[in-house]
Nanobody, 119 residues
Framework: QVQLVESGGGLVQPGGSLRLSCAAS????????MGWYRQAPGKERELVAT???????NYADSVKGRFTISRDNAKDTVYLQMNSMKPEDTAVYYC?????????????WGQGTQVTVSS
């Protein structure tokens, strides 16, 4: 029901910035929470940031003050502005959306986009 198209990944130097976008389409129901997760080599997938329809945000401690999540509800698009990037931010980033219908949760994931922070 939901198709997620991610863009914006790539290579950036330490201290640089990168902006990820994820557009959701195909849903016949309202999208509630949207966000980003990431998985670094040899590590488990972890939450980066989430944002609710009302704009409430949640960030991993490791990215607070550096990353900013936002969304455009009219376009069903979520963004992740990443500033002051560090090598440890290197990971595959996955877009995430949660829909709710009749009190049932439906989660969807993007295909993942590689983000590499290196000199």
């Amino acid at each position: 029901q939901v198709q997620l198209v991610e863009s914006g990944g790539g290579l950036v130097q330490p201290g640089g910035s990168l902006r990820l976008s994820c557009a959701a389409s195909g849903s016949r129901f309202s999208i509630n929470t949207m966000g980003w997760y990431r998985q670094a080599p040899g590590k488990e997938r972890e939450l980066v940031a989430t944002i609710t329809t009302g704009g409430t945000t949640n960030y991993a401690d490791s990215v607070k003050g550096r990353f900013t999540i936002s969304r455009d509800n009219a376009k069903d698009t979520v963004y992740l502005q990443m500033n002051s990037m560090k090598p440890e931010d290197t990971a595959v980033y996955y877009c995430y959306v949660r829909t709710v219908y009749s009190r049932t949760l439906y989660d969807f994931w993007g295909q993942g986009t590689q983000v590499t922070v290196s000199s």
